[in-house]
């Protein structure tokens, strides 16, 4: 029987498994073993890592895959180390950075888990109405969402949804503490999501959120250093037909663009966080958000249409799907 995590009972629900059998690769992924990321304890030093990537070859005579997609590993410097220990040929590694060119090694590309699992869950704002104007909303308060919330913050209006959620601040700066001072915040009681209250069946949940119920829609991507992943908040936004400002993550549009999606480049441009922030607060000033959508709306149905394409889903992973037969064939 094939497990969908090496040594790890997690379901086949949003598994790298279910992905392979979404494109139909079923047959591939037969000779792969997924080795989870938090199995590989890499915080503490690769050779733990090392010992489990030999052991589930050996194990069950498949290709290991290291997913390191879902969050922001330093995945060079990792896949480094694992080369000095390993032969390149007898693994894989998954990076979430949607780039295949900054992974040029035999062993590593892109794998785009994010958009594989919005696939499968549930659009809820698919042909639903647009009724409230510009969404913000933040599950985890990291510092530069904090910025932003404060800033727009006198230029919030009833019919916006903005919510930033409470997150522990300990080791964090003088600054950063006084900023989650009001936080959880949110600018109608009813769309506060916080973590801590996730069994509330009267709360929404960001499956199903308002904020994708919005015109205008703020991503609020991690930023961490060059990397850009690219995680439910992007495909979300672009899924539920909204106008979508990318914010955190520098080069974002310029990306995106690459891959075929048309940006608002007006007020979502290539620039870092802390420039976006003016203009994104200049949105908030403005009272023809509804003439604005309506006069961009074939532009918000591209984007929608395209990133709920099987086929977009495929661009994204042939790269992965490439390497992976290569290493496979000259085994």
Sequence with gaps: MLENYYRLNYGYHHSHRQHFDYLGLGNLAKQLTFLFDTSLDLHNGIDHAVNVIRN?????????????????????SILEKLNQHLDPCTFFVFHSDIRAEISNAINVAPWPSWLCNQHHETNYQIDQPKIYRISFLSGVARYHRIKLMHAVRPWIQHNDVVVVNRFASHMLSAEYKNLLLDLPYSNRPEFIDNEQNVNNANQPSHNNHPAYAAKVNITGETVSGDQVLFSEKTWKSYRSGCLTVNFGITNAPAVLEKFGIEIWHEYDKSVDWQHKIDKITELFQRDDIDSIYDKLTPMVKHNQNLVSSKDFVKMLATPAIEKISNLLQSK
């Design 56 to 76: 589930s070859a050996k194990d069950t005579s498949r290709l290991p895959v290291v997913c390191l997609d879902l969050n922001p590993y330093n995945v060079k």
